[in-house]
């Protein structure tokens, strides 16, 4: 079973850069496919972003495509969301997931294929 906790969040003005990170433990996050997730006040928990442990494979949503990076360094057991452009509809609470092998990658893209969550952090972008 792992454990993940994010870091990262805060304010930043529109168009800024920040970086989330998700600590593993318990677990190597190689172990699974790693997600993000964020939920803005009032909306529902939507996907981000999605990596294989194992390298290679990412995915993200259209909305983030080309501005954010998701990635990992097995050496920390942490997984990091690079979050470029900003932009006021990037307000939210991003949360950390993983989710075991053996889906189809489109089953990644929603919150029921994850086992674990992280207790999210706050990310506000203002104008």
């Known amino acids: 079973q792992v454990q993940l906790v994010e870091s990262g969040g805060g304010v930043v003005q529109a168009g800024g850069s920040l970086r989330l990170s998700c600590a593993a433990s318990?677990?190597?996050?190689?172990?699974?496919?790693m997600g993000w997730f964020r939920q803005a006040p009032g909306k529902g928990r939507d996907f981000v972003a999605a990596?294989?442990?194992?390298?290679?494979?990412?995915r993200y949503a259209d909305s983030v495509n080309g501005r954010f990076t998701i990635s990992g360094d097995t050496a920390k057991n942490t997984v990091y969301l690079q979050m470029n452009s900003l932009k006021l509809e990037d307000t939210a609470v991003y949360y950390c997931?993983?989710?075991?092998?053996?889906?189809?990658?489109?089953?990644?893209?929603?919150?029921?294929?994850?086992?674990?969550w992280g207790q999210g952090t706050q990310v506000t972008v203002s104008s």
């Open positions: 318990g677990r190597t996050f190689s172990s699974y496919t």
């Open positions: 997931a993983a989710a075991g092998y053996g889906s189809a990658w489109s089953q990644y893209l929603s919150e029921s294929r994850y086992n674990y």
């Open positions: 990596m294989s442990g194992r390298g290679g494979t990412t």
